[in-house]
């Protein structure tokens, strides 16, 4: 059973910076790509960046400039550094393992954390 755990939200004042984390444990051959998406309520889910397994990213473009992704394939992670926060990054963040697989030989599925919720204000 693969599980994706998100951790490092929390309440931080305009301006101010946050690192969340995302450990994909479990029966886990290889990952694709990794990502993550928020949520803001009343919104639909959106793209906050991603990352591929040789390193590749691409941000949304409201974050690009602010919000760095990283990711160590050898412990099944990934970041997001988030700095220089606004009230609109406000949203529940979501991580995302893409093209998982459990096995060699089998076709990849993709997995959703519980997500961490961020919430940014004075």
């Known amino acids: 059973q693969v599980q994706l755990v998100e951790s490092g939200g929390g309440l931080v004042q305009p301006g101010g910076s946050l690192r969340l984390s995302c450990v994909a444990s479990g029966s886990i051959f290889s990952i694709n790509g990794m990502g993550w998406y928020r949520q803001a309520p009343g919104k639909q889910r959106e793209l906050v960046a991603t990352i591929s397994s040789g390193g590749s990213t691409n941000y949304g473009d409201s974050v690009k400039g602010r919000f760095t992704i990283s990711r160590d394939n050898a412990k099944n992670t990934v970041y997001l550094q988030m700095n220089s926060l606004k009230p609109e990054d406000t949203a529940v963040y979501y991580c995302?393992?893409?093209?998982?697989?459990?096995?060699?030989?089998?076709?990849?599925?993709?997995?959703w954390g519980q997500g961490t919720q961020v919430t940014v204000s004075s």
């Open positions: 995302k393992a893409a093209g998982l697989k459990i096995q060699w030989y089998l076709s990849g599925n993709d997995y």
